[in-house]
């Protein structure tokens, strides 16, 4: 957007083009005017032709250096002279008689906007005495002195109204200006106030909404353990377990209080954060073995169903174990579930800081063009349509903010690989 620095010297040089089409404009007039009637000159025709030559010289001389936007003098001076020629005009034409006293209001005219008011009209007032001296000393004989004199005396008054009117009209163009600048910037103030006070309300929605958005985040993610830790607690008490499987459910009851933890940290992250869902990032080393069972075990896929595998088989990585336990139980979770009674694969590979994980199972996949869909908040397909739909919207948002990549591909013979891809460094 242009400035008021940038846009006075366009303005000036669009007024110094119009001055030189009128001067050039005047020349030709005046040419034509001694070639229809050469009485004009009063006997003078040659000295008449010599300053309409020279004239026009200095004419296109001035169009040349206003083309070129390098006017030798200022605009002011060329006033002057452009006043001094047409007063010598007037005299070898006639005084009082003369045609070319028409071309003096605007003289007067180009004085006052250039010079000011007051300058214009003192400027105003010299070209009419300059022309009341024309008239005493080029005026014909036969013309009486008292005509001379009120000759020179109208136009003088003449030419000083003009510059007046004109002072008055750039004054009142002035203060129009001025208030529609201050209306500009009133309005322009305005809209600031009314971006300023939008954004500040989006924000406080944003940040009400993240808080909504963790709230129900830490619900959904406690729906897991808590039917776990309810089926082993249930277990346990009536006995039912073996040996064995009580040692397998003691693990996984302690797992299950470590998930919960740091669930309830997640929530108290969300209390003294500005609402972020995920909570603040806690590093650990984690293994990949034994994260694979905890996510089958915590995903409640019986070991029948189980197809982990890890490679290389020692392989662990350094980040934040609940979250990326959370992606992987939601996935498999979502596996297991469509799979019915087929097996679900985990299949983990860690090389040059990078986990890709697959979880793959055979269920029934989904629909063409639903792949971005199901991540979404809120969107639940299949059988569970209708349901809260968080699952894979947690899952999207998780592996976003771990600068990871989720991609949800058909599985060939039927299924769904989704497939997670992290950068994360060895442990």
């Given at each position: 957007m242009s400035t008021g620095d940038d846009e006075e010297p366009t303005t000036r040089l669009s007024e110094e083009r119009a001055a030189v089409v009128i001067r050039l404009v005047v020349v030709a007039s005046v040419a034509l005017a001694l070639v229809i009637g050469p009485e004009i000159a009063r006997g003078r025709l040659t000295a008449a032709w010599v300053l309409v030559a020279c004239y026009g010289v200095y004419a296109v001389a001035l169009a040349v250096a206003e083309w070129r936007q390098r006017l030798p003098v200022r605009p002011a001076l060329i006033t002057v002279v452009d006043g001094l020629v047409l007063l010598v005009a007037c005299g070898m034409t006639g005084?009082?008689?003369?045609?070319?006293?028409?071309?003096?209001?605007?003289?007067?005219?180009?004085?006052?906007?250039?010079?000011?008011?007051?300058?214009?009209?003192?400027?105003?007032?010299?070209?009419?005495?300059?022309?009341?001296?024309?008239?005493?000393?080029?005026?014909?004989?036969?013309?009486?002195?008292?005509?001379?004199?009120?000759?020179?005396?109208w136009w003088s008054g003449f030419l000083v109204a003009a510059a007046v009117l004109v002072g008055v009209l750039v004054r009142m163009l002035e203060r129009q200006l001025q208030a529609a600048a201050v209306s500009r910037a009133r309005a322009a103030a305005e809209h600031e106030r009314f971006l300023s006070e939008r954004e500040l309300r989006g924000r406080l929605v944003a940040a009400q909404q993240a808080r909504l958005d963790g709230v129900r985040v830490v619900l959904h993610e406690f729906r897991t353990p808590v039917a776990s830790l309810t089926a082993l607690t249930a277990d346990l008490a009536a006995g039912r377990l073996s040996e064995k499987s009580q040692v397998t459910a003691v693990r996984l009851l302690a797992e299950h209080a470590v998930h919960l933890r740091d669930m309830l940290d997640g929530l108290a992250d969300l209390a003294v954060t500005d609402g972020s869902p995920l909570g603040r990032v806690r590093e650990r080393r984690v293994v990949l073995a034994e994260l694979a069972d905890a996510v089958l075990d915590a995903a409640g896929v019986e070991p029948a169903r189980r197809r982990p595998s890890v490679d290389p088989p020692d392989a662990a990585v350094r980040c934040d174990p609940q979250r990326l336990r959370r992606v992987l139980t939601n996935l498999v979770e979502n596996a297991a579930r469509h799979s019915g009674a087929e097996p679900v694969e985990l299949a983990m590979e860690h090389a040059e800081g990078r986990l890709v994980a697959e979880v793959r199972d055979r269920g029934p996949g989904l629909p063409p063009g639903q792949q971005g869909l199901v991540t979404a908040k809120g969107v639940a397909l299949g059988e569970r349509r209708g349901t809260a739909g968080l699952g894979l919207w947690i899952v999207e948002a998780l592996v976003g903010a771990m600068d990871g990549e989720l991609s949800l591909l058909p599985r060939e013979g039927g299924g769904l690989t989704a497939r997670l891809e992290l950068p994360l460094p060895a442990a």
């Open positions: 005084g009082a008689d003369t045609i070319m006293v028409a071309v003096l209001p605007l003289v007067a005219i180009a004085a006052s906007l250039r010079t000011g008011a007051v300058r214009g009209r003192l400027g105003a007032l010299a070209l009419g005495v300059g022309f009341t001296v024309a008239c005493l000393l080029g005026s014909d004989p036969s013309v009486p002195l008292a005509q001379r004199l009120l000759t020179g005396a």
